[in-house]
C-alpha cells in the first residue's frame, strides 16, 4: 500500500451557553463534571462587574494623565473568570500575560497591585506571600516557558498542581510558544495552554498573522490535546479548563485550548482601533458581549434583576474608586530604590553607585581618594 | 520547598599549586565532581541540557551523573535553547535549583531574550519577589577549528546587563571552586568554560572548596607590568610572564577568576605598584571586558601610569576557519610578550 493515511484530525468547538442566555440541555446533564452551579455563575458575574468597572476607571485614569498604559480586558472577561476559577487557588499555578485580570485577582492578586503596576510601578508585581502568580509578563510569549518549567518542576516534585499560562493569537507566532510546547509536551507535564484569541494582535488581523484554520490545531503537531471554546462562554471556558486540569491531574498532560473572543477595547491606551478595524465588525462582536448572556441566563433563573444590577454596580463603583484612591496616593519610589532588588544582595559597587549623586564614574573617582564636587576641580585636590 | 542548608563559602581555601603536585583531576572533572557534590547536598538541584543525560554530555563534562542522579535531575533535551532557559526560570520560579548547560555559548544566541531579557530582571521586575537562582554553563570561546557561528566569546556582550554575574575560569582548581559558589548562589550565573581546557590536568584538592566571586587571584608576582586576564587566556598570560623573567621583566599576573563582579581594586592596586598594564581578552576588542578594565584603571589609577594601558584581545574579525588563521587571531604568548615590552618601551 503506496499511500496510507498517517493522521488525521479534528478541532471540536465547545459552546455550552448560547448569545441568548440559553444552557445547552444536552452538555449540562446532572452528573456532568465542570458545570457552573448557579451560585457560582452569580459570584462570577459580580466579578466580571468588578473588572469591567475598572477597565473603564483605568481607561479614564490613563485619559486624564493619571495612570500609564493600560490594556483593556473588556469583552474577555469570561475567558479569565471562567479559567481561573477552574483553577485550585493556592494550589495550582496563574502564569499570565496581562489580559488576565480576574483570573490573577481570583489567586490572590490585589487590584492595587495590578493597577500599581500599570500606573508605572514594579512594586505591583510584587504579590502577598503564598500567591502562586507570576509576574504580568509584557514581552510576548516569554512566560510559556515559565510556565512550562514550573511544571515541570512540579512534576519533578511529584506535588499534585496544574499550571496554565495565558497568551493571545498574536504570541503564537513567536518562537517560544513552539518551544514551550515542544517542551511541555515531550516532558508530559501538567500545564494548560490559554489562548485568548481575540482576533486581533494590535492592528494585525489574525488572518494576517497566520495561515492556518485555527490556533487549536497548532497544539495537535505537538501532541497536546486541544479545545477550540467560545471564549465568550462563561460555562465552555470553564469546563475545558475543568478537564484539562484533571487531565493533566491524571498524567494526561498538557491541553491547548483556543477561546474565540474579540478585544472590544483598544489593544492598550497607546492604541486607538478605529483607525484599523471596521466598526461593524466591532459592533457585531458586542451582541457576543460574555456579560450580555451570563446575565440573561441568571435572570432566566430569576437570580438577577435591574435592581440588583444598580446595587452591584454601585457596589463595584465604589470598590474600584477605593483602590484607585489607594494606588494614587502609593508613596512614589525614592530615588535609592533603583537599586533594590538587582541581586539577592547588593554588590558593594552597586551600594556605592547609590549611595552616590555622582555618575558611576564620578563615584569611584571620588572612591578612589578624590574629592567630591566637579570632576575638574576634584582632579586638581588629588 | 525547604531551604537547605547553606555551606560556608567563607571557609579558608585550601593552597593551590599549579606545578603538577597533588590530585590531579581534568577540567572537566573538576566541573562533574562541583555539580555532584552540590547534588548530593541538596535535592533541588538539577542538570538539563543537550545530551546531558544518556550520551554522558557532548564533552562527557556529566559522566556517570545520569547512573547516580537518575534521568529527574540529570535531563535531556531537545534542541531548543531558547526553550530549556525558560524553563530553568520557571523550574527556580518553583523553587528548584537549575544548572542549564549550553553545548557552546555560541548557541545562547538564540535564547537571548529568556538570558538577557527575562533572568537578570526578574528578581528586579517583580519588586524583590521571583528570584533567579540558576547556573548557565558550557564552552565559549575558539574551540579549534569550529568556524565562527560555534566561537563565540559572548562575555563581553553579556556582562553588559546588570543582575548577571559571570564567572570564567582558567584552570581545573578555579573550575571546581567557581562553579560550586555559582551553584549555591541565589543569583544568575553565568560560568564559562573552553573546550580547548577540558582535558587541562592541574590540582584539585579532595577537601571541599568554595571560590569567592569579584575577587582576583595573583598568579604571579612582579612590579615591572600588571599583567590582567580571565579564562584560557590567563595561561598564555604565565606562558609569557615565564619567557619575560628570563629577560628580567617581571610581571604582576591577575587571574580575574569573575568579570562581574569585576575585582577593580586588585588591579589599580597593582598598577599603583607596576604603572603599566596589559589586559589579554579573548573577546573581540570593542567594548570588550579589556576596555572595561582599561576604563576603570583610568578612573582608579590615571596618575600611576606610566605608559598608556595596552589590550591584547581577538583581532576584529569574525573567527577564522582555517588552522593557523585562528590561531593568529586569538591573543597568544607572542602577542603578550609583545605588548608588554611595548608597554616597557623595550621592543
Known sequence: ??????????????????????????????????????????????????????????????????????????????????????????????????????????????????????????????????????????????????????????????????????????????????????FATVFNVPCIFFCQNNQWAISVPRESQMASETIAQKGLAYGAQVQQVDGNDLFAVYKAVYDARERARAGGGVTLIECITYRLADHTTADDARRYRDQNEVEAWRSKDPMIRVRLYLESKGLWDAGKQKAEQERAEVMVKEVVDKVLNWPAPKREEMFDHLYAEMPALLRQQRDSWATHSLGMGREAGLQSGSAAGSHQHA | MPTMQRPDLAKHLPSFTPTGEGRQLQFREALREAMSEEMRRDDRIFLMGEEVAYYNGAYKISQGMLDEFGPRRIIDTPISENGFAGLAVGAAMYGLRPIIEFMSWSFSLVAADQLLNNVPKMLYMSGGQWGCPVVFRGNNGAGGQLGSTHSWTVEAMYANVPGLKIAIPSNPYDAKGLLKTAIVDDD????????????????????????????????????????????????????????????????????????????????????????????????????????????????????????????????????????????????????????????????
Open chain 2, 188 to 347: 544568575p550565573v553565568f560560568f564559562m568554560e573552553s573546550e580547548r581546557m577540558l582535558s587541562d590536568k592541574g590540582h584539585v584538592p579532595a577537601e571541599e572548596y568554595y571560590i569567592p566571586f569579584g575577587k582576583a587571584h595573583l598568579r604571579r608576582q612582579g612590579s615591572d607590568v600588571t599583567l590582567v586576564s580571565f579564562g584560557r587566556p590567563v595561561n598564555f598570560c604565565i606562558e609569557a610572564a615565564g619567557e619575560l623573567a628570563k629577560e628580567g621583566i617581571e610581571a604582576d599576573m591577575l587571574d580575574m577568576r569573575t568579570v562581574r563582579p569585576l575585582d577593580i581594586q586588585s588591579i589599580a592596586e597593582s598598577v599603583k605598584k607596576t604603572g603599566r598594564i596589559v589586559v589579554v581578552d579573548q573577546c573581540w576588542p570593542f567594548a570588550s571586558i579589556a576596555s572595561e578594565v582599561v576604563t576603570q584603571v583610568c578612573e582608579k589609577a590615571f596618575d600611576y601610569l606610566d605608559h598608556q594601558p595596552i589590550r591584547v584581545n581577538t583581532e576584529d574579525v569574525p573567527t577564522p576557519y582555517a588552522k593557523g588563521l585562528e590561531a593568529e587571531y586569538l591573543p597568544h604568548k607572542g602577542k603578550i610578550v609583545r605588548a608588554v615590552k611595548a608597554s616597557l618601551h623595550r621592543l
Open chain 1, 1 to 182: 500500500m503506496p499511500i496510507r493515511t498517517a493522521y488525521t484530525a479534528k478541532i471540536e468547538y465547545l459552546q455550552i451557553l448560547d448569545e441568548e442566555g440559553k444552557l445547552d440541555a444536552s452538555l449540562t446533564a446532572p452528573g456532568t463534571p465542570g458545570i457552573l452551579t448557579d451560585q457560582q455563575v452569580l459570584h462570577l458575574y459580580q466579578r466580571m462587574i468588578e473588572c469591567r468597572q475598572l477597565d473603564e476607571i483605568a481607561f479614564k485614569l490613563q485619559r486624564s494623565g493619571r495612570m500609564h498604559t493600560y490594556p483593556q480586558n473588556k469583552g474577555q472577561e469570561a475567558c479569565a473568570l471562567g479559567s481561573g476559577f477552574a483553577m485550585r487557588a493556592g494550589v495550582d499555578w496563574i502564569v499570565p500575560c496581562y489580559r488576565e485580570n480576574a483570573a490573577m485577582f481570583m489567586h490572590g492578586v490585589p487590584m492595587a497591585s495590578v493597577l500599581l503596576y500599570w500606573s508605572g510601578d514594579e512594586r505591583g508585581n510584587h504579590f502577598p506571600p503564598g500567591v502562586q502568580v507570576t509576574p504580568i509578563a509584557v514581552p510576548i510569549g516569554t512566560q510559556m516557558l515559565h510556565a512550562t518549567g514550573i511544571a515541570w518542576a512540579a512534576k519533578m516534585r511529584r506535588e499534585d498542581r496544574v499550571v496554565i499560562t495565558y497568551f493571545g493569537d498574536g504570541a503564537t507566532s513567536e518562537g517560544d510558544f513552539h518551544e514551550a510546547m515542544n
